[in-house]
């Protein structure tokens, strides 16, 4: 699935909820689910700024995919890095650099987390990226 | 406090206090009606404040204090019936000893750095709780750094009260002011502030009262309590924001300097030498916020009106009806059992976030606070990221209490 269309299916997912308690439902049961990121890297290095809650987010990289693992002290946020994580976990970090991650306004997210929750998120995003980008200039030299 | 018998007769009719508030008849968040317990943060303002501030800039919106104008006069004696209507709700003895500030954060800043810079000296000590909040600890920490002085800290227990003991152990000559917090944001313990400026005089030290979250719950009257000084915002007691109070007595403010330099605090300017204004303009460099000021009062006379008793009783049942229904929920517990308290109830629920706890609230249509509630040095002694806070006033109801609860448990099963 490519990013775009992961981003459409949690946009179908996401509509079929009416109720905001719902959607928060679904973000919790993800938050549970999300693979746990490896103790030994949940380090300072690894922790995002620009959340009231703590965020580790840890990146590996495997034939020429990236792959995300990350955790939170905070089950809701869990439930965001896990929908972060299921969009751009697995593609190239060209993919990932160049994507237009449109799915957070579409669903509401943006308008309806607390505004230091929907900065941390897109801090998650930036972070996200970046590693992409970093790895990107790594495969070029 | 009083007991549940009491709860079948609230001291208020809140339902009728409630139409003059229109915000909460108004707002509704996520479409449900919103149930208010921010209280703590800031205050919902009455209509007769809403009314005086735009009478005020459609009526005689003027500078005050150097027009040789009608408005200016009119504006000039508002502002110093204000300045008297403050002075009167806290029984100062006299009107110049208020001085009109941004707000609490501003009144403690002004007196750290006029007092620090005048009274204390390398090796002094500054004394202060472990529960302030940051404005009553970053403005003495930078006034102590630039002199080389000590911040002491008074120890609390673990439902969150001073430890009276250890105050008294640290008090000794080096000891050149005590500022304290009345009412804990955090928790909502009232402190014995009587006790702690008794024995603070006894040694001849002056007291600070942060009185934040005192003054729209506990009636104060300095003559009786005795602070030397007292701050509080207009805020946080259904008046604007961007106006506050600092109270100092008399005799502390005349050996204090200016804290600004600027217009008003003059009586005459040359480049050789300022000859400063007395009180209470001598801290009140520039423009000062008029219409801030004469809202204030307006919110002040609101509160006399309704009754500050009525208040008062009524706050007490309603925390106590929240504390006990609260408490049946599985898995809490409170951060701050203190036995005297009003205004603020902080709790967690099991190892849940409270960051998760309170988003869930919010999507539910309840507004609480969450986080550390400018107390970081609080929360750590407790070990903990934060609190959920919910901060009541005379306004909610004990059906709003209910709403909580029910929420808090939706949330908490959510979140398990």
């Given amino acids: 699935m490519t990013i775009n269309e992961k981003q459409d299916e949690l946009i179908a997912d996401f509509s079929m909820m009416e109720e905001w308690m719902d959607k928060y439902e679904y973000i919790i049961q993800l938050g549970k689910e999300l693979p746990l990121i490896a103790e030994q890297y949940k380090t300072d290095d690894n922790l995002i700024k620009g959340c009231q809650s703590r965020v580790w987010l840890h990146t590996e990289l495997k034939d020429g995919k990236l792959f995300f693992t990350g955790d939170s002290d905070a089950v809701i946020t869990k439930g965001l890095i896990s929908l972060m994580i299921s969009v751009l976990s697995g593609h190239t970090p060209k993919d990932i650099a160049a994507s237009d991650i449109y799915f957070i306004d579409a669903i509401g997210l943006r308008s309806h987390l607390s505004p230091t929750r929907s900065n941390g998120l897109l801090s998650m995003l930036k972070q996200m990226k970046l590693y992409a980008v970093a790895y990107m200039a790594k495969m070029e030299s | ?416």
């Fill in chain 2, 1 to 416: 406090m009083d007991n549940v018998s009491t709860l079948a007769a609230p001291a208020l009719d809140v339902a009728r206090i409630r139409k003059d508030f229109p915000l909460l008849q108004q707002a509704t968040v996520y479409g449900l009606p919103l149930v208010y317990f921010d209280n703590g943060a800031t205050t919902q303002k009455p209509q007769v404040v809403l009314d005086t501030l735009e009478q005020y800039y459609t009526g005689y919106n003027s500078n005050v204090h150097r027009g040789v104008h009608h408005l200016s006069q009119k504006a000039t004696d508002a502002y110093e019936e204000a300045r008297k209507t403050a002075a009167a709700y806290i029984n100062a003895q006299y009107s110049h000893e208020v001085i009109f500030t941004k707000g609490t954060t501003d009144s403690i800043n002004l007196v750290a750095s006029s007092f620090g810079r005048t009274f204390l000296q390398a090796g002094d000590v500054v004394l202060i709780s472990a529960m302030e909040h940051h404005s009553n600890i970053v403005p003495w920490q930078m006034i102590c750094e630039e002199k080389g002085a000590e911040l002491k800290v008074i120890p609390i227990n673990e439902r969150g009260e001073l430890l009276m003991d250890e105050f008294s152990r640290l008090l000794n000559e080096r000891v050149k002011i005590v500022a304290v917090t009345y009412v804990s944001n955090t928790m909502g313990t009232v402190n014995p502030v009587k006790d702690i400026i008794t024995q603070a005089h006894a040694r001849n030290i002056p007291v600070l009262l942060d009185a934040a979250q005192a003054i729209q719950h506990i009636t104060i009257d300095v003559q009786d309590l005795q602070p030397d000084f007292l701050a509080f915002s207009g805020h946080k007691i259904y008046g604007p924001t961007g106006i506050g109070v600092l109270y100092g007595k008399e005799a502390w403010l005349n050996k204090m300097p200016p804290y600004q330099g600027g217009g008003d605090m003059i009586k005459t300017v040359t480049f050789a030498k300022t000859i400063y204004n007395e009180l209470p303009y001598k801290f009140e460099a520039g423009t000062p916020d008029v219409s801030g000021a004469i809202g204030l009062a307006a919110a002040l006379n609101y509160l006399q009106q309704v009754g500050l008793e009525k208040i008062q009783q009524y706050e007490e049942q309603l925390i106590e009806y929240a504390l006990q229904a609260l408490q049946q929920v599985p898995g809490i517990r409170f951060i701050g059992q203190a036995a005297h308290r009003s205004g603020a109830i902080s709790f967690l629920v099991d190892d849940i976030h409270p960051y998760d706890l309170g988003e869930l609230l919010d999507k539910q249509g309840i507004a609480v606070r969450t986080g550390h509630h400018c107390t970081e040095p609080l929360m750590d002694l407790f070990k903990i990221p934060g609190t959920v806070r919910a901060s009541l006033s005379f306004y909610n109801t004990f059906e709003e209490v209910d709403k909580l609860v029910a929420a808090v448990n939706r949330a908490a099963a959510m979140l398990r």
